[in-house]
């Protein structure tokens, strides 16, 4: 069974914290200066999970309630504090992830530097996602490929990520800056990526501006989305921008879900939007209040700045060593211009003679949200990505 993990190695019994570890300035959610545990239910009916939650760096301890788990989940916050007791004044790179792990998988980032990494794929959500859009999919994954770890990221402004102020400028440059430092700190390099939608840029602004801590090859996978032009989606399906400017109007703290749910229809979005915007509502204290675990103004510029972003230079100029696979929705071929189509065609002859490689996939009866609408067509596509890997 896959585990998840983000600084122990899963399956593997639990010790004192290093001295590396207490002064690694790992933080987590809603837990900063104090120490907490937290259990969570099974994901699976045959395995034993746990949830632990890294106390800050400047604490001398860090303490793990575990029940002989063989398999477990740890959520933290990276930061760029490397040592105890250095003062940073504006500490960067700060997200919220989860790690999950193979089987086979017997690592963590606080091991001897030179044991290898497991390969590692990263999968990012889109706009008014969040990591929990790939948790089932990632799981599959570790089960199927049992070597692999996956790292799944809250972009910033979204989930656990939203509870860290960040610096402006919110655009999709800088939200892949944000995964490069975390990757960095985790000290993995990623053999894969995989972005839906406005994660899809960020995973193409990822090669753009780094050729380290990203591997060589790589495979990128921009689902659903171009590099350039964004075109919303046409009747019944989703318009972002609209989305965010009805979800600004309204207020902070909300009585129901029902309620936030009645009002998106009203306003014409359809019920599988409304129902999976509402995912991001988080109960407010005891009370049956709710509020929105995002920060929507951080949102709206990234979005904005995926609508102006243009990375086709990377797309048409690829690295030695890069593959980029675009995977098309066949329910969204609007979004697709016969411009961009004839674009990464062409592509995919001057990286072949590069030594790169860019390749345009069909997702059958699937609209845009891919791995909702047909996981199973999408798993056997990606599959190709993690099968026959040499370390």
């Not at 990591?131 to 799944?152: I, T, V």
């Not at 995989?194 to 995973?203: I, R």
Request: hydrophobic share 40%; with cysteine.
């Amino acid at each position: 069974m896959a585990g998840v993990a983000n600084f122990r190695t899963c399956g593997c019994p639990q010790k004192p914290l290093l001295a590396a570890e207490r002064g690694s300035g790992l933080s987590s959610v809603g837990s900063v200066g104090r120490r907490s545990t937290v259990r969570i239910l099974r994901p699976f009916e045959d395995e034993a999970f746990c949830v632990g939650r890294l106390a800050p760096g400047h604490l001398k301890k860090a303490s793990l309630k575990v029940a002989r788990p063989r398999s477990c989940i740890h959520m933290a916050l990276v930061d760029e504090r490397h040592a105890l007791g250095r003062d940073v004044a504006k500490p960067s790179g700060i997200l919220a992830y989860d790690l999950v792990q193979g089987a086979l998988v017997r690592w963590s980032s606080v091991m001897d530097k030179s044991i290898p990494d497991p390969p590692t794929a990263v999968l990012l959500h889109g706009i008014l996602g969040s990591r929990k859009n790939w948790g089932s999919f990632a799981r599959r994954l570790a089960q199927e490929f049992p070597m692999w770890q996956f790292l799944l990221v809250d972009l910033r402004c979204h989930g656990d990520s939203a509870l860290v102020e960040k610096s402006a400028p919110h655009t999709v440059a800088s939200a892949a800056l944000d995964i490069l430092k975390l990757v960095a700190r985790l000290r993995v390099t990623p053999r894969v990526l995989v972005g839906h939608s406005f994660g899809g840029k960020v995973a193409l602004s990822m090669v753009e501006q780094a050729a380290k801590p990203l591997a060589r090859p790589v495979k990128v996978w921009v689902l659903d989305a171009t590099p350039g032009k964004v075109r919303p989606g046409g009747d019944g399906e989703d318009h972002p921008a609209e989305l965010i400017a009805f979800l600004s109007t309204m207020p902070k703290q909300v009585s129901s879900k029902r309620e936030v749910v009645r009002a998106l229809i009203q306003e014409g979005f359809s019920k599988d939007v409304a129902q999976w915007v509402v995912t991001n509502l988080r109960q407010t204290g005891p009370s049956s209040s709710f509020s929105w675990g995002f920060d929507l103004k951080g949102i709206a510029e990234m979005y904005k700045s995926y609508e102006e972003t243009n990375l086709w230079k990377i797309v048409e100029d690829v690295p030695r060593g890069v593959h980029v696979n675009f995977l098309k929705a066949e329910r969204s071929l609007h979004r697709w211009a016969l411009e961009d189509l004839q674009r990464i065609h062409a592509a995919e002859q001057l990286a072949a003679d590069e030594g790169a490689g860019v390749q345009m996939h069909v997702l059958e009866d699937a609209g845009h949200w891919v791995h909702a609408d047909n996981p199973d067509g999408l798993f056997r596509i990606l599959s190709s990505s993690f099968q026959g890997f040499k370390s």
